[in-house]
C-alpha cells in the first residue's frame, strides 16, 4: 500500500501523532492536512497526513511558528515537491528522445 492511502481514522491518527483530534480538525479546517472521507463522511488519515502533522507539530512547537507560518512552510514544501516531480519528468523525456 503507498503511503497516500487513507487508513487511520481521527481518533487513531491523533494518538499517533500525539494530538487531540480537535487539533486535527482546526488542521484540516484551516486547510493545512486534507484526510480522505468515506462515503459516511468518516475521515481517513494516510501515513502521508500523519507525515505531514508531525512537520506541523515540529514548526509550531520546535520553531514556534504559527499557523500562518506553518501555512506558508507547507505552501512552500508543496511547491518543490510538484517542481522536482517536474523536473523528473522532463529529464525522463529528454533521456527517451536522446535514446
Not at 56 to 84: C, F, K, P, Y
Not at 92 to 98: D, L
Amino acid at each position: 500500500m503507498s503511503a497516500d492511502h487513507p487508513r487511520y481514522m481521527i481518533s487513531v491518527a491523533a494518538e499517533l501523532v500525539g494530538m487531540h483530534p480537535q487539533t486535527l480538525r482546526i488542521y484540516e479546517q484551516k486547510g493545512l492536512v486534507r484526510p480522505k472521507r468515506t462515503a459516511g463522511n468518516t475521515r481517513l488519515y494516510s501515513d502521508s497526513d500523519l507525515d505531514r502533522l508531525r512537520l506541523i507539530q515540529r514548526l509550531t512547537s520546535e520553531l514556534g511558528l504559527n499557523l500562518a507560518g506553518v501555512e506558508h512552510v507547507l505552501r512552500l514544501e508543496d511547491e518543490l515537491r510538484r517542481m522536482h516531480a517536474r523536473l523528473d519528468r522532463m529529464e525522463r523525456e529528454m533521456r527517451e528522445a536522446v535514446a
